[in-house]
């Protein structure tokens, strides 16, 4: 019997080759898509205690973490499928919680981020995380588009 709840464990590369081969969960995301390379990106991500995937009924349906640069410096990302929208309050709340306490237990000072320019709804979560704008980067994104650096000192 499926009971529909989600539970957060540690992040695998399989999660991630499952996700990634997904559907993405926003349309503006789907441009991204030539550019995954599912079985390295997700091994990319992969890094001991520092990344989780959240499951329902035994789907991964997205995973979040951080891969560290240098020093006590970390780049975070999320991935996820449109399956997140099933649970979107469960998602950004066990996102929320796990961030936070993902880099304070490793001792990480910055995380950051780069949010494509024309997705707002990534860039309001990633205000919402306590992810401050610090400005435009152009020509980022693997296409070529604008990205917004991101970042939260802890």
Same mark, same amino acid.
């Given at each position: 019997?499926?009971?529909?709840?989600?539970?957060?464990?540690?992040?695998?590369?399989?999660?991630?080759?499952?996700?990634? @081969?997904?559907?993405?969960?926003?349309?503006?995301?789907?441009?991204?898509?030539?550019?995954?390379?599912?079985?390295?990106? =997700? !091994?990319?991500?992969?890094?001991?205690?520092?990344?989780?995937?959240?499951? #329902?009924?035994?789907?991964?349906?997205?995973?979040?973490?951080?891969? !560290?640069?240098?020093?006590?410096?970390?780049?975070?990302?999320?991935?996820?499928? @449109?399956?997140?929208?099933?649970?979107?309050?469960? #998602?950004?709340?066990?996102?929320?919680?796990?961030?936070?306490? #993902? =880099?304070?237990?490793?001792?990480?000072?910055?995380?950051?981020?780069?949010?494509?320019?024309?997705?707002?709804?990534?860039?309001?979560? =990633?205000?919402?995380?306590?992810?401050?704008?610090?400005?435009?980067?152009?020509?980022?994104?693997?296409?070529?588009?604008?990205?917004?650096?991101?970042?939260?000192?802890?």
């Amino acid at each position: 019997m499926m009971d529909n709840m989600l539970y957060i464990v540690p992040y695998t590369k399989e999660h991630g080759k499952i996700i990634l @081969s997904y559907q993405m969960n926003h349309k503006i995301l789907e441009a991204d898509r030539k550019f995954i390379n599912i079985e390295g990106d =997700a !091994m990319n991500l992969e890094e001991n205690n520092l990344a989780f995937t959240g499951m #329902v009924n035994k789907k991964p349906i997205f995973a979040a973490g951080m891969k !560290m640069i240098w020093g006590q410096v970390a780049e975070g990302w999320v991935i996820a499928s @449109s399956d997140m929208w099933n649970h979107p309050l469960s #998602v950004a709340k066990a996102i929320k919680k796990d961030f936070a306490r #993902v =880099a304070k237990k490793h001792n990480i000072k910055r995380v950051q981020t780069a949010i494509r320019k024309d997705f707002t709804q990534g860039q309001r979560f =990633a205000e919402w995380l306590g992810l401050e704008n610090e400005g435009l980067m152009k020509h980022y994104g693997f296409d070529g588009t604008d990205q917004y650096r991101y970042a939260r000192i802890f």
